[in-house]
């Protein structure tokens, strides 16, 4: 087997990383586990505060939502002010320490709440089943503030 000169290096700080990490995947056994003091700081759950809405419909089996590639989580609910059927909707993003939070739209058919570790999205038809919709009070119950439109 040939091994160009250019891939050894690789190879060799690959090798040392991981006997550095404590790895010991060439004796075939677990590799060992990263300190809590290295691990990052998961997101708040937006499922729990998304319960805290009376009224808001979680999809069946929501425990603790999604989370996206920078350790983010998100989930939604729904009310059902639509003629029965789910209406305004209200997305939950929470942030792990230091990431970055999801840019929401701020306009006419979506309002923002921004609060620690965490932003919302009210989205509804403000002109129709949404038109009574207390979005202050949703505000309150997630421990934000509604931001102006266009902002």
Same mark, same amino acid.
């Given at each position: 087997?040939?091994i $160009?000169?250019?891939?050894?290096?690789?190879?060799?700080?690959? /090798?040392?990383? *991981?006997?550095?990490?404590?790895?010991?995947?060439?004796?075939?056994?677990?590799?060992?586990?990263?300190?809590?003091?290295?691990?990052?700081?998961?997101?708040?759950?937006?499922? +729990?505060?998304?319960?805290? *809405?009376?009224?808001?419909?979680?999809?069946?089996?929501?425990?603790?939502?999604? +989370?996206?590639? @920078?350790?983010?989580?998100?989930?939604?609910? @729904?009310?059902?002010?639509?003629?029965?059927?789910? /209406? +305004?909707?209200?997305?939950?993003?929470?942030?792990?320490?230091?990431?970055? *939070?999801?840019?929401?739209?701020?306009? @006419?058919?979506h309002?923002?709440?921004?609060?620690?570790?965490?932003?919302?999205?009210?989205?509804g038809?403000?002109?129709?089943?949404? $038109? +009574?919709? @207390?979005?202050?009070?949703?505000?309150? $119950?997630?421990?934000?503030?509604?931001?102006?439109?266009?902002?």
């Amino acid at each position: 087997m040939r091994i $160009s000169v250019g891939v050894l290096p690789a190879v060799v700080v690959v /090798g040392v990383l *991981l006997s550095a990490c404590g790895s010991s995947a060439q004796s075939g056994t677990t590799p060992s586990v990263v300190p809590s003091s290295m691990r990052a700081a998961s997101a708040p759950n937006p499922v +729990t505060m998304l319960k805290k *809405l009376d009224g808001c419909v979680l999809p069946a089996g929501s425990s603790v939502g999604e +989370t996206d590639m @920078d350790g983010n989580r998100y989930a939604s609910c @729904d009310y059902m002010d639509n003629g029965g059927s789910a /209406g +305004t909707n209200v997305t939950v993003y929470t942030s792990a320490a230091g990431a970055p *939070l999801a840019q929401l739209p701020n306009d @006419d058919s979506h309002k923002v709440i921004v609060g620690s570790h965490f932003i919302a999205g009210v989205t509804g038809d403000w002109s129709a089943y949404s $038109s +009574t919709f @207390d979005v202050d009070s949703v505000a309150q $119950s997630l421990g934000g503030k509604v931001v102006a439109p266009g902002r």
